[in-house]
């Protein structure tokens, strides 16, 4: 996900021109989680990918390619005239996940949209998500920038929740390295989740 020293998303969110199939593949995931949020099946969550991607692609690329074949040197660029990218992608998002929903047969609607869609609860919802995955994007660019054995102490430690003693043993160092590998990660896991939240 990350390319350079400054992080896509702070790239997509200062305007910087970025990969078309770097930015795909980086929100792709996010989008799926949000169609499972909003209660959509697996055939309707790609759906909603290729309708988000479609709306932004066509907002902001000249050219018709399909959607998940872009040519490399096909770029993608975001207004930050527009407003914060986050509250940009959220709206797209969930106006597709509407339509999706609108157009199920008619004997599987319901009166009204899931709980899920409404205002309130779609903006906790994304909030959610977002942090998952401003979170998933700052354990990428940390795993690049610690030693391998102190990513492993971290995530074993810290994210699987496995005692130290057997972090200790399973990659044969002290239970003090350990727990200094847990205190350096989260000191830089909080810059780069700061730097990622700019703007």
């Known amino acids: 996900m990350f390319t350079t020293r400054k992080s896509l998303l702070r790239k997509v ?19 799926l989680l949000c169609g499972r949020d909003c209660g959509l099946t697996g055939d309707e969550c790609r759906e909603l990918v290729q309708q988000v991607m479609t709306e932004i692609f066509r907002k902001n ?10 040519p490399d040197h096909v770029m993608f660029r975001y207004d930050p005239a527009h407003g914060r990218f986050r509250h940009f992608l959220r709206g ?13 047969p008619r004997f599987e609607l ?7 869609i ?10 959610e998500e977002w942090e998952k ?14 030693k391998s054995v102190t990513w492993l102490a971290f995530e074993m ?17 002290s239970v003090s390295t350990v727990y200094t590998a847990r205190s350096r990660c989260v000191s830089m896991l909080r810059t780069i989740i700061d730097e990622l939240e700019e703007n």
């Open 13 to 31: 969110r200062s305007g910087d021109e970025l990969s078309w199939n770097e930015f795909y593949a980086a929100y792709k995931p996010l989008i």
């Open 61 to 70: 690329i000249l050219g018709k390619y399909e959607i998940d074949r872009v």
């Open 92 to 104: 797209i998002i969930r106006n597709h996940a509407i339509r999706i929903y609108h157009n199920r």
């Open 110 to 116: 319901r009166e009204q949209l899931p709980d899920i």
């Open 118 to 127: 409404s205002d309130e609860a779609w903006e906790r919802t994304w909030d």
């Open 133 to 146: 995955h401003v979170f998933s994007m700052a354990c990428t660019e940390l795993k690049k920038r610690v």
């Open 157 to 173: 430690y810290a994210l699987q929740n496995r005692p130290a003693e057997e972090v200790a043993e399973f990659l044969n160092v």
